[in-house]
């Protein structure tokens, strides 16, 4: 059974760190960024630090939930919000005399959204960007060579509980293999992906390890790629792939011929 693995998430904690940012726990970063603005009232003030504490305290929970220690969860957290100062200069657009407290709260919001999906300042973005790009153009990261070796797409997909695994494409290696493509996401943007997903194949004409000959992926905290490459029994038109999560197992169709062309 394979053990899906995932990437080591943000990196911009070291950048910031680098470039002469203070690390700061959540409160901290909090407050520096409340301090920087101006024409805000109390209870907007509290608006904005329930958003930014939310962002934060999902991110550390992630990572605690990989491995680490509550105090640098959070400065890492912190870090990959960015530059509290450009933070503050940025949610201070919304603040200008006259608006609403409805278009206000919503300004806060986008501010947000647009701080952790374009620009670099954190890694949230990149996630969110790669989820979209997993369902709606799978193969977009492999290499020109590798996309040429499909041979038919597939839209199959396993919901695994928070997460989905979609086998989307099948083709033939250079050792005339049949090669299995699929990929796993979670549904909720922003959230990692599954580490706990297992995956293997069956035919009742054929050992399963004779069959499987491995394969590779490629993998980071949002989305994990993987390929398997088989050697079906000869004449088979599909094989059996059994999913596991947990305790709980889903067998799905994948088939393994296509079309040739003249």
Not at 124 to 141: E, I, S
Not at 186 to 192: M, S
Request: charged share 25%; net charge negative.
């Amino acid at each position: 059974m394979e053990t899906i693995r995932s990437g080591s998430g943000c990196s911009a904690g070291r950048e910031l760190c680098l470039k002469g940012v203070k690390c700061m726990n959540r409160g901290e970063y909090t407050a520096a960024v409340l301090k920087g603005l101006r024409h805000v009232t109390a209870s907007e003030k509290e608006q904005i630090r329930k958003e930014l504490d939310g962002h934060m305290e999902d991110h550390a929970l992630e990572l605690m939930e990989r491995g680490w220690e509550r105090e640098e969860a959070e400065e890492k957290a912190a870090a990959c919000m960015g530059d509290p100062m450009e933070v503050s200069k940025e949610l201070q657009k919304c603040y200008s005399y006259g608006w609403l407290i409805v278009g206000r709260v919503l300004g806060v919001v986008l501010v947000l959204l647009v701080l952790l999906s374009v620009t670099e300042l954190g890694s949230a973005g990149y996630g969110l960007v790669m989820q979209w790009q997993a369902q709606h153009n799978p193969t977009k990261h492999m290499g020109e060579e590798q996309r040429a070796q499909i041979r038919r797409e597939l839209d199959i997909t396993v919901d695994c509980g928070n997460s989905v695994l979609q086998f989307y494409a099948v083709g033939e290696s250079e050792e005339g293999e049949t090669t299995v493509h699929y990929l796993i996401y979670n549904k909720t943007p922003f959230r990692f992906v599954a580490k706990n997903i297992g995956i293997r194949y069956e035919h009742p004409e054929a050992d399963e390890h004779e069959m499987d000959r491995g394969g590779g992926y490629f993998s980071d905290a949002w989305v994990h790629y993987g390929n398997d490459d088989l050697v079906p029994p000869k004449g088979a038109e599909s094989v059996t792939a059994v999913v596991t999560w947990g305790s709980r197992e889903t067998r799905v169709e994948i088939p393994v011929t296509w079309e040739v062309a003249a």
